[in-house]
């Protein structure tokens, strides 16, 4: 993953890997069969230790499920590299189909945790446009990472921004109690987010002597 966020998908090879990690370049092939799937692999890999780093059996409610995510988006800020070189090749172009359904998965990790909780509750809703929303929401989420990365947003709000646009999301699966509780959520994260200027809007009111 370090070759990755250091040079991109462009500038990573097996080659390179091959001579970094004193592995035959033919092994390699031989495992992978090519450059996209030891990608895949390797951020599968990352989601592995993410995994027991934050395990989702220990968060059975909604709001449990956010809380992880908001930790989840602290130890991202640890990663920046990493998570700029997946956002980069989750809006590219010329992704290869492999790996964009690999990050599609990772942006739907709480999303899919929730499913999982709720899928059965009477409140939630059973006949939407249930892949179309999950394209959106996994969407969003690179959205606000993309930002983030670009400045757009600052550390200090950047979880916060990330659980709102989720427990949004997750508003359009819900109705009744369930849908009552997101609003209490939305209202949790939006209030941390009210009072807090966008970077740009703080370098602007510097600029004014504000």
Known sequence: MALIA????????????SRR??????????????KEALICAAFDFFLEEQAVRFPATEKRTMAGILDQLYERCCDFMQNREWVRASNFLYFSF???????????????????????????HPDF???????????????????TVH????????DRVFPDAVCLGVVTAMMSFVSGD?????GRLVERYAARLRDQPLPSQDSEASASGE
Not at 128 to 137: A, D, I, K
């Open 147 to 154: 930002d983030w990365l670009m400045g757009r947003i600052s």
């Open 178 to 182: 369930l849908r009552r509780e997101a």
């Open 21 to 34: 990690a004193r592995v035959a370049q033919k092994t390699l092939y031989n495992s992978f069969g090519s």
């Open 6 to 17: 250091a040079r991109g998908v462009d500038g990573f090879s097996l080659a390179d890997l």
């Open 94 to 120: 010329t992704v290869d189909e492999e790996i964009y359904g690999t990050l599609k998965a990772m942006a739907l990790i709480y999303f899919d945790q929730f499913h999982k909780v709720y899928g059965d």
């Open 125 to 143: 809703v059973t006949n939407n446009p249930t892949e179309y929303l999950r394209l959106q929401m996994a969407n969003a989420a690179h959205g």
